[in-house]
T-cell receptor, first 111, second 111 residues
């Protein structure tokens, strides 16, 4: 298995633009997590899904953020409109209880 | 919700010495405790984990201990090497819920 695959690896966008981050979890895993990492705030859980159903989105910063998991092999995290303070590394992780494995992350820069 | 505290935030040890990182958790129902290593610019990688029915687990130079009564667990690295330099995160999970991460420890091995 290739592991958790995220795309793009890097994204530079202008403030106000829509950004979509993508994640393909490990086949057979039934939980998927979206994390954001910054120097100031560390690793923050944004949202997680069990069996494609969103379970806890309390970490989503505001309505500008949305996440979907239309099937077991794909998830997206969308930011619309993007702001400079959204600049961070966004990680997707998947698990089949209990071990969780991270993707390589997407480094987002909003200018 | 679960609260995981991690200490110290930074740790420097001489090459060949041992390093110990400690974490405490608040929810006595948590039953899974992984440790992740994150090298600069890379993803967090699972290095060792322990479940609540075990008090200690060892894998070559790394070991993890768990004290359920006191609600704390520790990572021990012996015979440290330069490649052990990284940020280490502990986490706690209850059942099939989300991973709650500590704030990380930056470990530096001094040659």
């Amino acid at each position: 298995d290739a592991g958790v695959i995220q795309s793009p690896r890097h994204e530079v966008t202008e403030m106000g633009q829509e950004v979509t981050l993508r994640c393909k979890p490990i086949s057979g895993h039934n939980s998927l997590f979206w994390y954001r990492q910054t120097m100031m705030r560390g690793l923050e859980l944004l949202i997680y899904f069990n069996n494609n159903v969103p379970i806890d989105d309390s970490g989503m910063p505001e309505d500008r953020f949305s996440a979907k998991m239309p099937n077991a092999s794909f998830s997206t995290l969308k930011i619309q409109p993007s702001e400079p303070r959204d600049s961070a590394v966004y990680f997707c992780a998947s698990s089949f209880w209990p071990e969780a494995f991270f993707g390589q992350g997407t480094r987002l820069t909003v200018v | 919700g679960e609260n995981v505290e991690q200490h110290p935030s930074t740790l420097s040890v001489q090459e060949g010495d041992s390093a110990v990182i400690k974490c405490t958790y608040s929810d006595s129902a948590s039953n899974y405790f992984p440790w992740y290593k994150q090298e600069l610019g890379k993803r967090p990688q699972l290095i060792i984990d322990i479940r609540s029915n075990v008090g200690e687990k060892k894998d070559q130079r790394i070991a993890v201990t768990l004290n359920k009564t006191a609600k704390h667990f520790s990572l021990h690295i012996t015979e440290t090497q330069p490649e052990d330099s990284a940020v280490y995160f502990c986490a706690a999970m209850k059942g099939n819920e989300k991973l709650n991460f500590g704030t990380g420890t930056r470990l530096t091995i001094i040659p």
